[in-house]
């Protein structure tokens, strides 16, 4: 996933599309996701709500994985590569810990729903 990612990205900056509109958008979405996990912590909503917001955070970082390989790509300049290669290996790291817990969730909720 995160190559395929990271290829359209590239695609699409060869192409000339700017992605750097994206990046609002991603942190409003980011703190609904903080809130929620707030509001989850107070008050637990269930199983499938924790599976609701491991989709949903998988998302979000995926987008998060194509923003930053853009700015990667564009603003970042050969003496910033540091700083770049942590911002990326934060998303890859977050989306595939809210991956593993999508699919924890998922596979516990199937174990109680075929029990007997």
């Given at each position: 996933m995160v190559v395929s990612l990271t290829?359209?990205?590239f695609w699409a900056a060869k192409r000339g599309r700017d992605l750097n509109f994206h990046g609002p958008f991603l942190f409003g979405c980011l703190v609904v996701l903080i809130l929620?996990?707030?509001?989850q912590i107070m008050?637990?909503?269930?199983?499938?709500?924790?599976?609701i917001y491991g989709c949903l955070a998988s998302i979000i970082f995926c987008g998060y994985i194509v923003y930053d390989t853009n700015d990667l790509i564009k603003r970042y300049n050969y003496d910033e590569f540091i700083l770049a290669a942590i911002c990326l290996y934060l998303d890859i790291l977050n989306f595939f810990l809210?991956?593993?817990?999508?699919?924890?969730?998922?596979?516990?909720y199937k174990c109680r729903k075929f029990t007997l």
């Open positions: 290829l359209y990205t929620s996990a707030f509001i008050f637990p909503l269930g199983k499938t709500s924790d599976m809210h991956l593993l817990a999508l699919y924890k969730d998922a596979d516990r």
